[in-house]
């Protein structure tokens, strides 16, 4: 019976770190995006896949058309990063409000595979 609790406290501890691991680790795992002053820093990968997210600069957005893509500038104020995207925007997407675009970076420019309109949590206010 004694090995069995030893079994059973080191079966706990385990599961225990690993919580731990997953709740408390890296910054850059947990995070849902990267603002666009933060691409391109020491650390970032190059050609890795990126999710950016930031307010759609007034002005900046070009919607495409067949063979042209569309265009818009993700902004986080310290920063302004150039998004093309080979696809229709969202309906919903307006100049002002934040967004979060999918892709590559290539030559300073995020090639986007999917553009998204973020919005806030109606709940957020209430809790």
Known sequence: MDG??????????????????L??????EMSYFV???KVGAAGTPTDAPL?????VKPGSLRPGSPGVPAR???????????????GTLPALLREGQEAVAFGR???????????IPK???????TR
């Open 4 to 21: 069995n609790r030893k079994w059973l406290a080191a079966g706990t501890a385990v599961a225990l770190l690993a919580a731990g691991a």
């Open 72 to 86: 818009l500038v993700l902004s986080d104020g310290a920063k302004d990063l150039d998004v093309e995207f080979d």
């Open 35 to 37: 603002p666009p002053s």
């Open 105 to 115: 970076l290539q030559a300073g420019v995020l090639r986007a595979e999917r553009v």
């Open 51 to 55: 999710r950016v997210g930031g307010v």
């Open 23 to 28: 709740i408390f680790g890296p910054e850059r």
């Open 119 to 125: 919005f806030d949590d109606p709940l957020k206010n």
